[in-house]
């Protein structure tokens, strides 16, 4: 049994990518900001709320205190401010914190043990939104922070070990809180390359864009 840990859990597209991992056998730890929400969820699937702000450096220290070591790691938290990249310096740091900041620093704490035991996965839940190849067309800080989280995701995957895989995601226009009601996809379509890149075989790639399990382009 792999143990993983998903950000964002609570509800959405990290709530089905909990439950895709916990059907798949895994031990699940449910990351919320919101602890109450986050153990209603986890007592839905049999998984484990763990409190966590992905947006402080104090909390994921306390989490990964808490959790202890993991096999996959899944950056899903995100935020969506709706001015433009210019407009309001607070919306910028939100969107650096929970989408830059937080994800580095759980790939900090908890890669070393990934490369110790010589297997680990990463997912970073990233949007077409953050890519060069289109633009940049997300609205303000919300691009340029998913840009951000693709290049750690290169680089990251660059200074690791094959054995420890890492790899961005799209998962498209999903009916969530974020997305809004008219999105195309569900929650579970959005989740599956998520879950898909989380349960990697040794010879499956890293460094990677992928979006229903096909590469994109950055």
């Known amino acids: 049994m792999r143990r993983a840990l998903v950000t964002g859990a609570n509800r959405g597209i990290g709530l089905a990518i909990a439950e895709g ?4 056998g895994h031990e699940v730890l449910l990351g919320a900001r919101d ?11 049999g998984a484990v709320p763990v409190h966590l702000d992905v947006a402080s450096p104090d909390s994921i220290a306390r989490a990964v ?3 202890g070591p993991v096999d996959i790691l899944v950056n899903n938290a995100g935020v969506l401010p709706s001015g433009g990249v ?11 914190d929970v989408m830059v900041r937080g994800p580095f620093l759980l ?3 908890l890669t070393p043990h990934m490369v110790s035991q010589r297997y680990g996965r990463v997912v970073n839940v990233s949007s077409g939104w953050g890519a060069f190849s289109r633009g940049l067309e ?13 290049a750690l995701t290169v680089s990251a995957a660059r200074s690791l070990p094959d054995a420890v895989k890492v790899n961005a995601m799209c998962p498209g226009w999903v009916r969530t809180r974020m997305g809004g009601a008219g999105a195309s996809r569900s929650p579970e379509e959005g ?21 229903d399990r096909r590469s994109i382009d950055w």
């Open 65 to 67: 205190t808490e959790v």
């Open 138 to 150: 997300g609205p303000g800080a919300y691009g340029v922070a998913k840009a951000a989280l693709n």
């Open 35 to 45: 602890l109450d929400e986050g153990r209603s969820a986890a007592q839905r699937l």
């Open 107 to 109: 790939m900090h704490h």
């Open 191 to 211: 989740a599956e390359t998520a879950i898909w890149l989380s349960t990697l075989d040794e010879d499956g790639p890293t460094g990677g864009f992928f979006r």
């Open 86 to 96: 210019l407009d309001e310096p607070g919306d910028f740091t939100d969107c650096m």
């Open 21 to 24: 991992l916990s059907a798949r």
